[in-house]
């Protein structure tokens, strides 16, 4: 079993959309939950990330994680054609430790 | 401006011929790392470095040296590369803590023949 498994995709939906990019993972020890964006041809850029469990809100996206079920979510509300990208999830158990991502989805919002 | 430079951008190289990957970053950020991408694997790290001469294997090392002499400079070395090496290559940087802003590099396409 990989230690974080995340649905390539492609997802494509259309302008103003609520999107939801999902992981799980098979090491109880993941302490911290990141989202990466990454245009193409660009290296990968922070979104978010949450500490344990819970929900964190930044505008229009909103970070959830569950540990009990070893899942992760991205939610994008009106979702906009500049939010196509390719979302990647990563987690680590911490700053020593080295950090893991998931395949990545790639998404595409149509006008 | 706060960046992660990377040398060269592209490269081709044969198999056995020695490489370095140079990566700076001008922040002073203690954990650097180096990442490939390839597809349908996704971003896998290398190796990473918590400070100066600190390093440590990160999920595919095998084939791959670093050295942290300086805190700003974090160089990929690949003794005798192979074609199974040809990726997409991303150098990162930063502060110390996990949810710490990383950044990436513009990566380096390398393609070994």
């Known amino acids: 079993q990989k230690e974080v498994e995340q649905d390539p995709g492609p997802l494509s939906v259309p302008e103003g959309a609520i999107v939801s990019l999902n992981c799980t993972y098979s090491?109880?020890?993941?302490?911290?939950f990141m989202w990466y964006r990454q245009y193409s041809r660009k290296g990968p850029e922070l979104l978010m990330y949450t500490y344990s469990s819970g929900n964190k809100e930044d505008g229009r996206f909103t970070a959830q994680v569950d540990k009990s079920s070893k899942y992760i979510s991205l939610f994008i509300r009106d979702s906009q054609p500049s939010d196509s990208a390719t979302y990647l999830c990563?987690?680590?158990?911490?700053?020593?430790?080295?950090?893991?991502f998931g395949k990545g989805t790639l998404l595409t919002v149509n006008p | 401006e706060a960046q992660v430079t990377q040398n060269p951008r592209y490269l081709i190289t044969v198999t056995g011929k020695k490489l370095t990957v140079t990566c700076s970053q001008n922040?002073?950020?203690?954990?650097m790392s180096w990442y490939r991408q390839d597809p349908g694997l996704g971003l896998r790290q290398i190796y990473y470095s918590m400070n100066v001469e600190v390093t440590d294997k990160g999920d595919v090392p095998e084939g791959y040296k670093v050295s942290r002499k300086e805190k700003r400079n974090f160089p990929l070395i690949l003794e005798s590369p192979s074609p199974n090496q040809t990726s997409l290559y991303f150098c990162?940087?930063?502060?110390?803590?996990?949810?710490?802003?990383?950044?990436f590099g513009p990566g380096t396409r390398l393609t070994v023949l």
């Open positions: 990162a940087s930063r502060l110390g803590n996990p949810t710490d802003t990383q950044y």
């Open positions: 090491n109880s020890a993941f302490q911290y």
């Open positions: 922040m002073n950020h203690e954990y």
């Open positions: 990563a987690m680590t158990r911490g700053s020593n430790y080295k950090l893991t």
